[in-house]
């Protein structure tokens, strides 16, 4: 795992979008696994802005994105499509035909993920995966389990995640109580993965996950195990790491 320390998080998000950056110039028909949340939005501005200088070109690029909330259609405003579409997509000159998340409103959660699964296999792989890093160790909706899930699959949140994402909610019962989600296996399989992390609240589970012992009780301690990781993380997140890095 390489590590970049970051100053803060506009830092960390720079540093991230000029890795997806290369990424898209070196391969332009490259395929990206993209992820939602508060972390990334940085990095999708930075993305958004260098595409407005022509610096930038999404017009052969595939994304698949990590998860997606069950039970909220594509024009709900807490769903992931909707959060893509207003941070990233309606922004670039993306193919939206060529852009994927699990469908949060086909009801028969084998149906969704099977089709899932068939979405992403049918790519040919996914060249760059982006993740957050929640809490708990999650990574999309895979949450602390006894058993890493391998591909696509309906989660019952755990209520911490639950409770993170009330913010985003009218109230704590409109939030969604299931999603669907890359599995671990899916997640593995892309040729690299970049983490961001971000903020002194996830120092603790920074060094837990990416330093201590591989479990599914801390489903991103997995990553310990992929050939190409980068973390990308501001001062306050690896501050319990000073020690180690």
Not at 134 to 163: A, V
Request: hydrophobic content about 35%; glycine content about 6%; proline content about 4%.
């Amino acid at each position: 795992m390489r590590i970049y320390k970051a100053k803060d998080y506009n830092d960390m998000s720079r540093k991230a979008a000029n890795i997806i950056s290369s990424q898209i110039t070196l391969k332009p028909n490259c395929v990206l696994g993209l992820a939602t949340g508060s972390t990334p939005i940085g990095t999708y501005e930075h993305l958004v802005e260098w595409y407005k200088q022509g610096d930038l070109d999404f017009s052969e690029v595939t994304t698949v994105n990590l998860d997606e909330y069950k039970g909220l259609p594509r024009d709900n405003d807490q769903s992931y499509y909707y959060f893509m579409n207003e941070h990233l997509f309606s922004k670039v000159n993306i193919d939206k035909n060529k852009t994927f998340l699990p469908d949060g409103t086909e009801a028969d959660s084998d149906v969704a993920c099977k089709k899932y699964n068939e979405i992403i296999h049918a790519t040919g792989g996914v060249d760059l995966q982006l993740l957050g890093l929640g809490h708990n160790g999650h990574i999309g909706f895979n949450e602390p389990s006894d058993t890493f899930e391998k591909e696509t699959h309906c989660i019952t949140l755990s209520e911490r995640t639950i409770q993170a994402n009330m913010r985003f909610f009218p109230s704590e019962k409109d939030v969604p109580r299931q999603a669907y989600t890359m599995g671990i296996q899916t997640i593995l399989s892309a040729g690299k993965i970049l983490i961001l992390v971000s903020g002194e609240e996830k120092a603790d589970i920074v060094k837990t996950a990416f330093f201590g012992p591989v479990t599914p009780q801390v489903p991103a301690s997995i990553l310990q195990f992929h050939k190409d990781v980068i973390l990308v993380a501001d001062e306050a997140a690896l501050s319990q790491c000073s020690d180690i890095i």
